[in-house]
């Protein structure tokens, strides 16, 4: 029987994600042999690519825990990530590790698609379709950041929910928890304080997220 669809949740804040990628390339304003028109395409591309990457990031909780009998009737994507909002918890341990670790596992599966694209781009594209390049690389880039970037074990991320599981086969679940929080806690001051070394607006993005994935 096929699921049904969660809905999926989209705020005009988003919108701050095209004008981070127009700034990056501002390098390229007024450049003679770059078009304003190939500029906004790659925008685009890229804003797209990041908000379907997330999707499907949250998707692969969503079919993870579909395994369980948990349904997930809303996504939420936010500049700093998305949410699957499942309706219930992992029925234990071990199916909250999967459910929390099926997420990055989509990251590696656009990985296995995008690297032979990446490696053979010359062939494929042209050494002049310098655009398409860009994307791929883009997208190779975003995903093995965000693979590693949600193995983070810092509560409320994928690898903080792991650690929360895995503490929880060997104290009670609740002070498993008070732990991963605090941890969380922690890894999201080391995410801010990486942001102020960042240069210009990536280091803001940055403390962004950290400000975002603080537990509360």
């Given amino acids: 029987r096929r699921k049904p669809d969660p809905e999926v949740r989209w705020f005009w804040r988003n919108l701050l994600i095209p004008l981070i990628i127009l700034f990056s390339f501002r390098d390229l304003f007024g450049h003679p042999l770059v078009p304003w028109t190939s500029i906004l395409a790659l925008v685009a591309a890229f804003s797209l690519g990041l908000w379907f990457i997330t999707y499907t990031h949250e998707m692969g909780h969503i079919a993870a825990g579909w395994r369980y009998g948990i349904h997930t009737p809303l996504i939420t994507l936010s500049p700093v990530g998305g949410l699957a909002h499942l309706s219930a918890p ?41 655009e398409a390049r860009a994307v791929v690389e883009f997208l190779f880039q975003m995903n093995a950041a965000l693979a590693l970037f949600n193995l983070l074990p810092f509560y409320p991320m994928d690898g903080g929910r792991v650690l929360s599981a895995l503490l929880s086969k060997k104290m009670h679940p609740n002070r498993a928890l008070v732990v991963a929080a605090k941890t969380g806690m922690v890894g999201a001051v080391l995410i801010g304080v990486a942001g102020v070394f960042l240069r210009e607006l990536w280091g803001g993005v940055m403390i962004a997220i950290g400000r975002g994935r603080s537990p509360r």
């Fill in 90 to 130: 992992a029925p234990d341990e071990n199916a909250d590790i999967v459910v929390s670790l099926a997420g990055p596992a989509t990251h590696l599966v656009w990985l296995a698609v995008v690297t032979p694209v990446w490696w053979f781009q010359d062939a494929i594209f042209g050494v002049e379709a310098w």
